[in-house]
């Protein structure tokens, strides 16, 4: 339907996927802003192949397109570098830190907050070819070969590109020590 330019078609498709597109893209990224961009190109550059579909699995498809923005546009800003409007803002104004939620205490949001920032820097120093299989499998849960589809690349591969960054995230993880929760902590040989 969406290739004979329905519009409620487009729409559902865009409502099925969205949320799985943005997070692929924030995973990849790293940045809100970014992911919402990219996200959105996916869907805009996704509409204008749409013809190029030639059947299987749409969300493997529209991931790779998904993961190709995000590429694409790491490239060309590593091109063209910009000045982000966090760093315009006076270091004297502050607005202060984001309220919690009502039930979580102030140190575990700190907590929380800074965990979930680690592990995205962590996710960040890997290179582009295991975040992207590490995204895909540990943080949105696709299938092996859902992944292999998406990053037209074989089971095999993928499986290996996933054992070399768990290894990579499993080392950057245990050098925050004290940072991470008793029970994600690794257990000592002593």
Known sequence: QVQQGSLEASNALVLRHQNAVYTLCYRLT???ARADDAAQMAFINAYQRFDTFRGGSFKAWLMRIATN????TARYDKRRPVTALEDLVPPDSDDGPPLPAPGASPEEVLQQTEL???IQDCINTLSEDQRAVLVMCD???YPYQDIAD???VQIGTVKSRLSRARSAMRRCLSALGELLPPEYRLKSDD
Do not use: F, R
Not at 69 to 72: A, F, N, R
């Open 30 to 32: 790293g940045d809100a």
């Open 69 to 72: 923005v995000v590429y694409d």
């Open 116 to 118: 979930a920032a680690a």
């Open 139 to 141: 943080v949105e849960g």
């Open 150 to 152: 998406s990053l037209n």
